[in-house]
């Protein structure tokens, strides 16, 4: 056998592109059979039928489950569930592990009671856990009977923590040694195992009591001296997680010092569970991902194929939201409706004005949101952050709004409603560079994600408080 | 010594209010040094000085590199340079890889030549390349020449990929066993290391000729059988990777693997290098930051506390991008001058047409841009999810266009008017949803990142086309 010389992209590309072909050829017979019903056909096209189906199987069973998740997402519902009938019954829970929730949810609506269970059956306590809050209640009861005590101890104390704590996410496999052993007696006793957990990097050492007392990191054990005592080998200086922890701060603390494993203590130091390093990963990809849907007003993830209503329901809230704002700056306008009629010019340039501090004020926020996200700013620096945020709208407002204070005095050919114009620019760009700074940083301080609604709020503020400004000193000054 | 047991994020906090106290009492003797000049208290507050300085060197020596570079981050500048003046030279070159590129900038700006090749000697080749880049060209000529062959040549690899290739992010530090041994062979092999590499799940299997065979997991090493041949017990179905490949694909196949270290070989299967999975940690935060900016319209990462000249060159760009497209749409309201002027209600009205066009093509873009960087979506799934996407606009459309039609009937009286709003905000939604998908489809087929720009050119489309929509509508049948 040789290794394989394909780059992972491509052979994922490849691997899709040939179940959506076994796809369409069955689909082809399909149609076929049931157009022409000429009785004597039927068994030859059933034939067909089932060769292109025994080869999709084969293909599916010789794929990664975290492959066959990736295919399944890439597919139309339709497809998704021809192939997920096909898929092995026992693969079944590693793979709705590895889909997203909004496809997990497609295809747990598409099995029944006994198939459920059968498939939550395969998985480990953590895993179990994670899929729980999917599950038909009847069924998370059924897998349950089903465990030991052990087990169903480790169920319900990862179901008892938020999803984003560090207790959700940490696993059971533990692999414990004392510090009073020599590495030789720790080797012997790693070789009773019949595999050790995936990953494993370090094994965790601990006293009579489960307390943690250190770390034996593998790559240490392999190089020490076998008479060496496991205490004078292990590193003491532990990043040790307590359940309760925000999995956020977990994720960046392995990011921080690129760690693999860690364990997980509780209040006593009792070594309760592990972190993984690909646990953490997820984390990591989901923050960031949800950072983004969320700045843009999407509740969250969406399956691509969602129906219709399912993706109306998705966006709703925040285009209400939207919706509202508009309203109001809308009725700004029409406070100064007087003033727009004498000058028809306001009505072109107002949206300018309006417009530009939206995207200036969304740079400002996004910079906050991304350095609260990565735990870089504390409130104490929002004065400074906000006098600095304040220089640049200046400038920004000077520099462009005189540009187009120019354009506006050269197309209407009035200098007054130029200087207007620069005026307006400048005073919405610091009213944006404001907002821009201070709605991130009270959401945070509320303990709220600073990234939910941030954009569409400040897009209120400038779009209302720029209409303002700008017909307001067109009122006063122009009038 | 006990285990931690502090939160890691808590006490990444504590240290950075240790340090920003200590700072402050520093700058405080400072202070008064400055301005009462009686002689006779130079010496007292020249030891109190002393002392401030001496604790924070003291504080920072116990601190991980991570921790120090994420205090260098949180400082504003000039404190900033008062603690890198203060950490340990040889500890230099390892903070300036943990930094942004934004602060590596300052901190490389405020080292003269000799400390500058002081710090790069520390590095290994890998490392070098990744800070080669924005050293002065004068420093990495002395330091190259300070390299024996092997590391000159791993260094010349390095810089010889572009920063989104694996070929720049592979380190060399491999551990190479033999097909044909026992892993008893393999164990004693590995204890004559000093140390194995940071992190080792797995060491490579390579043939006479540098090929490579498989891979040995050490977990499967430390439970096998020690009589047992490497090559009856290593893995050969390996994730491996091509030094020209995509770094962001690589960083996806370890987060769809779960692993943790893996081969990077060249054209005829040759060895040459590992991928390890905080390098891709990096990468898949890097990535999902630089698409969170890029839709701001933010050029890169900003150093938060950026003289403001320096931010404002950041934001230029986009901003200038932004000024043109809403010039344009100026310019569409100014063709209808005319219909405004008899139907002044129309400029209050048609920021809302636009507003709501814009936040909902947001919406479909995100969605877009985020399956694409999972690799979720191909080309030939555009139609498909354009007409998902016309139909979500379809429904959003008459329902709050028609909410807003009745408002704007109510507000104004005419029934007429309620209409000619219900029909632009339907159109100007189904053109957002048109441009929402096809922006990023296309700026994906030319390779381009379709993350850059592609908010300020949907919104820039949904402004314009919202107003001509609703003004031309207007004009056709209210005039």
């Known amino acids: 056998m040789n290794v394989v010389e394909k780059k992972p992209a491509d052979r994922l590309q490849d691997n899709l592109a040939q179940v959506q072909r076994l796809i369409e050829r069955h689909r082809l017979v399909e149609g076929l059979v049931h157009r022409q019903d000429m009785p004597r056909h039927d068994l030859v096209e059933s034939i067909v039928h089932k060769q292109n189906l025994a080869e999709l199987q084969h293909k599916l069973d010789a794929l990664h489950p975290a492959d066959i998740a990736y295919i399944l997402e890439a597919l139309p519902p339709e497809d998704r569930l021809l192939v997920w009938d096909l898929v092995k019954a ?21 099995m029944d009671q006994q198939e459920l269970v059968a498939a939550a059956e395969q998985l480990d306590a953590d895993e179990l856990a994670d899929l729980a809050p999917d599950l038909p209640r009847q069924v998370v009861y059924e897998v349950m009977g089903s465990l030991d005590a052990e087990e169903r101890e480790q169920l319900q104390s990862a179901l008892s923590y938020r999803d984003d704590q560090v207790g959700a996410l940490m696993d059971f496999e533990l692999v414990k040694i004392r ?74 603390a392995f990011e921080r010092y690129d760690l693999v494993t860690a364990p997980v203590v509780d209040a006593d ?40 209503l399912d993706s109306v329901k998705n966006r709703w809230a925040w285009l209400a939201v939207n919706l509202v704002t508009a309203f109001v700056a809308s009725r700004v306008i029409g406070a100064f409706e007087g003033s727009i009629e004498r000058i028809v010019a306001l009505a072109a340039l107002m949206p300018i004005v309006a417009g530009i501090g939206g995207n200036s004020g969304n740079q400002t926020t996004t910079m906050i949101v991304r350095a609260l996200a990565m735990g870089q700013m504390q409130a104490s620096q929002a004065l400074r952050l906000w006098r600095k945020e304040l220089g ?51 959401m945070a301080r509320l303990g709220r994600d600073p990234a939910v609604g941030s954009s569409v709020m400040i897009t209120a503020c400038t779009d209302s408080g720029g209409f303002f400004i700008f017909l307001g000193l067109a009122t006063l000054f122009l009038m």
């Open 90 to 110: 026992e693969r079944d829970g590693e793979i709705l592990l590895e889909v997203s929730d909004a496809v997990r949810e497609t295809l747990i609506e598409s």
């Open 179 to 252: 510090a009073d052993v020599s590495c030789e007696v720790v080797l012997r006793y790693l070789r009773r195992f019949d595999e050790l957990p995936e990953p494993t990097d370090k094994v965790f050492v601990i006293d009579e009591a489960g307390v943690l007392k250190g770390v034996l990191p593998l790559r240490k054990l392999l190089v020490s001296d076998p008479e060496a005592l496991v205490e004078d080998v292990m590193a003491t200086e532990v990043v040790a997680f307590h359940p309760d922890e925000d999995a956020e701060d977990a994720a960046l």
């Open 269 to 308: 130091g009792r070594l309760i569970g592990r972190l993984t390093v690909d646990e953490m990963v997820d984390v990591i990809r989901e923050e960031s991902e949800s950072d983004m849907l969320n700045m843009a007003g999407l509740k969250e993830e969406e399956d691509l194929f969602a129906p219709v």
């Open 392 to 442: 640049v709208g200046l400038i920004n407002g000077l520099v462009w709004g005189s540009a187009l204070g120019v354009l506006a005095w050269a197309l209407y050919g009035s200098l007054p409603l130029g200087v207007v114009m620069t005026t307006a620019m400048t005073l919405n760009l610091m009213l944006a560079a404001t907002i821009g700074v201070f709605i991130p940083m009270t």
